[in-house]
């Protein structure tokens, strides 16, 4: 079964301190991995895919096939960052390459 | 910039009413979705759409249908509102790639 596990539904680091919000995933195939942010009253958006290998206001996500995990770090955390974030997978197969399964999110509160 | 609008932002019916939801994306992107936004659920699929016409069950689909007769536009019918279908409801376009636009929301509440 595909399926996106974000074990922690609140993370509260201090401002300066590093980040790690962590994503597992259980798919047999090869997934393209996401990380989405939703700020507050804003719509949810792309902050990352596994595919561009990039840093994003910060962040980074690696990744790793071996533990099926793609966890998203930052090694500063800002206030700004405060927000849900969503790690989501999709399907490489068929018709369905499109669909996105999320995970249930792990909210960022960081502290000033 | 991509836009996907959903008519309302908030709905409130009764419990056994029709109610559609309605969504517009204005970028010409092949695929559009339904997802409801709960709490410590995430984002759950209703349906989704990769045509004019085309449609495929997600992984909650019972007590919704959806239609997409113009590829702009993907609305989303609960046939009769009950309790358990208060929540956000959330548009999404993309194109040919899994990267997705995402609407505003509607938080509906049914009574």
């Known amino acids: 079964a595909q399926r996106v596990t974000q074990p922690e539904k609140l993370l509260s680091v201090f401002k300066g301190a590093p980040v790690e919000l962590k994503c597992n995933y259980s798919y047999s195939g090869s997934p393209e991995l996401f990380w989405y942010v939703q700020y507050s009253r804003q719509r949810l958006q792309l902050l990352l895919r596994h595919i561009s290998r990039e840093s994003i206001k910060g962040f980074t996500a690696d990744l790793n096939k071996g533990e099926t995990s793609f966890h998203l770090k930052k090694p500063f955390a800002q206030e700004e960052d405060s927000a849900m974030y969503y790690c989501a997978l999709s399907p490489n197969y068929g018709g369905a390459t499109n669909k996105l399964i999320f995970g249930t999110g792990t909210l960022l509160a960081v502290q000033p | 910039d991509v836009k996907v609008t959903q008519s309302s932002r908030y709905l409130v019916k009764r419990t056994g009413e029709k109610v559609f939801l309605e969504c517009v994306q204005d970028?010409?992107?092949?695929?559009m979705f339904w997802y409801r936004q709960d709490p410590g659920l995430g984002l759950r699929l209703i349906y989704f759409?990769?045509?004019?016409?085309?449609?495929e069950k997600g992984d909650i689909p019972e007590g919704y249908s959806v239609s997409r007769e113009k590829k702009e536009r993907f609305s989303l019918i609960l046939e009769s509102a009950s309790t358990n279908q208060t929540s956000m409801y959330l548009c999404?376009?993309?194109?040919?790639?899994?990267?997705?636009?995402f609407g505003q929301g509607t938080r509906l509440t049914v009574v």
């Open positions: 999404a376009s993309s194109p040919d790639t899994p990267e997705a636009f």
């Open positions: 970028m010409d992107h092949e695929n």
């Open positions: 759409s990769y045509d004019v016409k085309m449609k």
